[in-house]
């Protein structure tokens, strides 16, 4: 996947085709990490676990990575992974 720097982060940029009840489960990245979902089509829940909120199309979410998350498709869906590293 591509990679960039994005000031101080290094990025990483993925697109995600979720059919309906498929979940992506994170341990958690390294410390400081962050992550933007932005749905482009569909409905999803994301953000960390027992903190997940409900996006659809054209919404965004933005949360730390650095701890337990999780994106799941709430029907089939669409959507673009940003997740931010720290130096």
């Known amino acids: 996947p591509p990679r960039s720097t994005l000031f101080p982060y290094t990025t990483l940029f993925r697109s995600l085709d979720l059919p309906a009840g498929v979940k992506h489960q994170s341990d958690g990245h390294v410390a400081g990490t962050i992550e933007l979902v932005h749905c482009l089509r569909g409905r999803i829940q994301v953000g960390p ?7 659809g199309a054209g ?13 799941v498709a709430l029907r089939p869906s669409r959507a673009l992974d940003l997740i931010g590293t720290p130096p």
């Open 49 to 55: 676990v027992g903190g997940e909120v409900e996006i």
């Open 59 to 71: 919404d965004c979410a933005w949360f730390r990575a650095d701890e337990p998350h999780r994106i």
